[in-house]
């Protein structure tokens, strides 16, 4: 794969902002384990080579197993996720996939059992932002290779 533009030289103060925007989206109160499965969630929706390569290494580094990384593609059939992770997956199922899934009211029913408010609109924020970049390292043909991963 080729990369095309580069982002971050062609656009700096805007790819500066949106970096900044998602590390103070990271940051927002919830759990960093589960934030990386959110975005793990998304990626794999989205196909994005660049960010499953990313946030599967993050999610280990966060203290995710092996076990949960590899079946969060089929999470609704694997037991090891908690309730409040099953309403964050499907809450990322259903804004990655807007346009065909919507946002059901059963779908928000069950997120607003497990997240309060402000929790939901942070987790809102985190789908969005790992959307965006999947779509810049899509787009772009963005590949980061080196992580810390250990032949």
């Given at each position: 794969?080729?990369?095309?533009?580069?982002?971050?030289?062609?656009?700096?103060?805007?790819?500066?902002?949106?970096?900044?925007?998602?590390?103070?989206?990271?940051?927002?109160?919830?759990?960093?384990?589960?934030?990386?499965?959110?975005?793990?969630?998304a990626s794999q929706i989205n196909a994005c080579a660049n960010c499953l390569n990313m946030h599967s290494y993050e999610a280990r580094w966060a203290g995710e197993?092996?076990?949960?990384?590899?079946?969060?593609?089929?999470?609704?059939?694997?037991?090891?996720?908690?309730?409040?992770?099953?309403?964050?997956?499907?809450?990322?199922?259903?804004?990655?996939?807007?346009?065909?899934?919507?946002?059901?009211?059963?779908?928000?029913?069950?997120?607003?059992?497990?997240?309060?408010?402000?929790?939901?609109?942070?987790?809102?924020?985190?789908?969005?932002?790992?959307?965006?970049?999947?779509?810049?390292?899509?787009?772009?043909?963005?590949?980061?290779?080196?992580?810390?991963?250990?032949?």
């Amino acid at each position: 794969m080729t990369e095309r533009t580069n982002p971050h030289a062609a656009a700096p103060e805007l790819m500066k902002a949106w970096l900044d925007f998602s590390v103070h989206v990271a940051k927002s109160g919830l759990e960093p384990s589960l934030l990386e499965l959110v975005k793990l969630r998304a990626s794999q929706i989205n196909a994005c080579a660049n960010c499953l390569n990313m946030h599967s290494y993050e999610a280990r580094w966060a203290g995710e197993t092996e076990q949960r990384v590899a079946l969060l593609a089929a999470w609704e059939e694997a037991p090891c996720y908690t309730p409040r992770e099953r309403a964050a997956l499907a809450w990322v199922d259903h804004l990655t996939l807007v346009a065909d899934k919507r946002a059901p009211q059963p779908v928000y029913d069950t997120l607003a059992a497990h997240f309060s408010a402000e929790e939901q609109v942070q987790l809102s924020l985190a789908i969005s932002v790992i959307n965006g970049w999947n779509r810049i390292a899509i787009g772009f043909n963005l590949f980061m290779p080196e992580l810390g991963w250990k032949a």
